[in-house]
């Protein structure tokens, strides 16, 4: 794989002035800005995820982005190293903490420290920022959102079956269709059948388990055939990088393959194809009675529409995961970067954590949860036209057509302001032009002209920008004469509220 | 000052088992947890603090929470140490990275770096968690929330005015009632010409300057005396400690008590005292012209019946302001800890800024600007009683009766659901007392029980839970009976989502 793109050296960075020897502005590698569409899409989408959370019973809880280092533990996929991946300092009392980098280890910690507090199975859900020390590339950043449902103290699949029909629903309300997506599950018991069958289930195996595990999540990119390769010897790719594969003999990669295609044409044949590769591994046929219950519960529930399938295919990166694991996936296509049309994909995702509770308490704390990507499922929305389509008003912007009397500008704003009507006082300098086009800039309608003869009237005049710009393409001098009357006219101070309505609804 | 609390050691924190070696679940010093009430009244008042922003124009716009340290700068007050008081760590390339310790300084080098795209002037607000690495102590956190508007590119003091005014609506807004607080203006220049006239304007008077300015903060706190043995040799506090003074001499003191004490009967009585106090500088005069003129539009607005007015006292801690401060103080009373009435004081404040832009790009860049303490306003609310009588709905329970039918049971969920009733399946284990249990602590107003004989019946049973705990307390059989009927009852299942309906309105 090639290296992300690194970010300009800093002297192509920012236009600060020759002579400027001031910090120069720049954003840190990997972190972004948000204006105000951004941001308002974000809300919306969260505000309708929360309605669905607080439907299903989960209740809000929220922690803070430092935690204890220790407390974090070291989960993060891909990462061999101590720390790797994480923001970590040092506090005044040596302790070490570092920035979340999910929603799912703070949860453990808050469970653990308030468990007697808190109900019994304890449905909860947070959304919130977290934090990978990694290196950034194009849409990869190192503070993203994600939406955390998670229920703990709850040992029966039911809970996992719970979520992921809370998943499929929450897409849906969202504005994702029936039939754009799938919420795949599988159990990583199964996995571990898998593992145990071909041999690889003792400690010293640890390394080569990952192995297995990362060369099965990348069959969509690699296929059957890469897969086996990974498994084997190893593979090189086209770009000529080799990676390392498992070393597995042909039987066992065999096995392995048969797991990952052991999808059938409907549920009861998918899972009795899961028996046959798990034939003999006692944690491997539980794994597969839980996903038969999961099944049973998501068919009473009419959500096996292919809203939740079960999918063998589906792997999920992270280790501390111990039973179902599920994904949310886009179903829809999208052009990639070559062109090529290729399956949205994942947005979401989790599964159950039986050990992420229980390893502060020592005693068996069963949980299960699920953490959507903010902005992976806002991009969706945008594909899908469902976001980015709406228009800001900008506020109305009374002109200052004499610095002396901004008083009286003052309190014009005032009085649209009491109306709820979104408006402000030009602020900067210039005469006409630029407080014009500020106005046009910020998106008004329509901007409040008082100069000397209008205020010796008692008047202002209302231009209306939206019609003002049509102006020039008017098809005869009729409609123009027209336009101009409506473009820009002279009332009352005391109607000036009335007419910016009337001027406001004319553009919806 | 005795030092803030401690945390306890380790040894007392947790409860893990005997034999339990993990780490222990713990929050980090000075950081909190937040519950779904704390997070529902919060996300309310910030509802309502957005809609005045929106109405005065101001637009949406957010920045990470790591910036390059050196684009943050060093203007925490109190802070001689470099860095002291700030997060940081280093990235992979050895830049040093800290966490934001305000909003000001992020949205700084936000303007800078995209000046050219923005309209100017820039209208702006953003809300978020901001970190400061200090001691924590009671109330005093290491991650709190500000809410924070400014104006970018004006230089006309009508900018402040506006920031002023919207502060009072705010503050309205968000349910504090008019006469209960007020927006404190003040002007740096002015304090700048008063220490001109006091002959400590030199460049290296910068370390006396600073200490001159926190003993006029302290004047609420210990009186024009103790600010008299601040301004001189130092002060002993009540507790003995004893805070080194800014060494002036008799006259010195008396010029600068004289500020503190300009206050007047009215604005224009205010104005000319402090004319008196900074005469000789110009400066000073300047700093008093543009009180004067925030005072007029202030007053041509209607906003001088105590809601913004000019307040010597206001000095602001921060020491990038260079022009207006200003400080919207809470003037109701509320007991501290001795029980002594003391003003809830402070909630918000802000001042023009005009080199803090500057820095990056080596041109003036005026600015403005204003930050709301979060947790402080909502602390407030609640002293108020306006926040926290809110009472949130628990879901229904579904009781489990017989394990072998979850499904069953999710389908009656499912049904409720779909109806828009919050409502889940109870998830742990655990017979019937466990599950009542459960639903009393969710707050749940009703459950629903489906046995084996309601089954067979097409039945389930809900039980009111509310007049269930009043049953106990009947006055007599009749009202017993009575109560005991409406307390729990068989419906058929086609009939369940509006019996529950039922059973929700009674109880609000």
Not at 128 to 144: A, D, S, T
Not at 218 to 234: H, M, N, S, Y
Not at 294 to 311: C, P, S
Not at 367 to 392: C, D, H, M, N
Request: with cysteine; proline share 5%.
């Amino acid at each position: 794989m090639s290296k992300p793109a690194e970010t300009a050296p800093e002297s192509a960075l920012g236009t600060p002035s020759e002579a400027h020897r001031g910090p120069l502005a720049r954003l840190p590698r990997g972190f972004a800005d948000r204006g105000p569409a951004d941001i308002a899409a974000t809300e919306r989408m969260l505000a309708a995820i929360r309605e669905v959370y607080d439907l299903y019973g989960f209740e809000a809880v929220e922690t803070p982005f430092v935690e204890y280092t220790d407390a974090l533990g070291k989960f993060l996929p891909d990462q061999d190293r101590p720390n790797e991946g994480v923001f970590s300092f040092q506090d005044d009392d040596d302790q070490w903490l570092s920035l979340r980098y999910d929603l799912t280890a703070p949860l453990a910690r808050h469970v653990a420290e308030n468990f007697d507090k808190l109900p019994k199975p304890y449905r909860s859900y947070r959304c919130g920022w977290v934090f990978r020390n990694e290196k950034p590339g194009p849409g990869r950043f190192r503070q993203f959102m994600q939406f955390d449902a998670d229920t703990v103290g709850a040992s029966s699949v039911a809970a996992d079956a719970e979520i992921c029909m809370m998943a499929a629903d929450t897409l849906e309300r969202v504005g994702i269709a029936r039939g754009d997506y799938a919420v795949k599950v599988n159990n990583r018991k199964v996995l571990d059948g898998v593992m145990e069958a071909v041999g690889l289930d003792g400690e010293d195996d640890a390394g080569r388990r990952l192995i297995v595990l990362r060369a099965i999540d990348k069959l969509d990119k690699v296929g059957a055939e890469g897969v086996a390769a990974l498994l084997g010897a190893g593979r090189m790719d086209p770009s000529g990088d080799f990676t390392k594969g498992a070393g597995l003999a042909a039987a066992q990669i065999e096995r392995v393959l048969a797991f990952t295609a052991a999808g059938g044409s409907d549920v009861a044949a998918t899972l009795a194809n899961l028996r046959t590769v798990v034939a003999g591994s006692p944690r491997g046929e539980e794994g597969v009675s839980e996903l038969a219950e999961i099944a049973a519960l998501v068919a009473a529930a009419a959500y096996d529409d292919g809203r939740v399938v079960i999918d063998p295919s589906v792997v999920r990166g992270l280790e501390y995961y111990t039973g179902p694991v599920y994904e949310a996936e886009l179903t829809f296509e999208v052009k990639d970067e070559d062109g090529r049309p290729v399956r949205f994909g994942s947005v979401a995702g989790g599964g159950r954590y039986d050990g992420l509770v229980s390893r502060f308490r020592g005693e068996p704390v069963p949980a299960t949860g699920f953490s959507i990507g903010v902005s992976r499922l806002l991009a969706a929305l945008k594909v899908l036209g469902k976001v980015g389509a709406e228009k800001t008003v900008g506020p109305v912007v009374v002109l200052v057509m004499d610095r002396e009397r901004a008083a009286d500008y003052q309190r014009l704003v005032k009085t649209l302001r009491d109306a709820g009507i979104r408006a402000e006082m030009y602020l900067g300098d210039g005469k006409m032009k630029p407080q014009m086009k500020y106005a046009d800039r910020r998106g008004g309608v329509c901007v409040i002209i008082q100069g000397s003869d209008e205020q010796a009237r008692g008047e202002v005049q209302i231009k209306d920008l939206v019609i003002g710009a049509t102006l020039a393409s008017a098809p005869d001098r009729e409609a123009y004469l027209k336009a101009q009357a409506e473009a820009q006219f002279a009332v009352p101070e005391a109607e000036m509220v009335a007419a910016v309505r009337k001027v406001l609804a004319r553009h919806g």
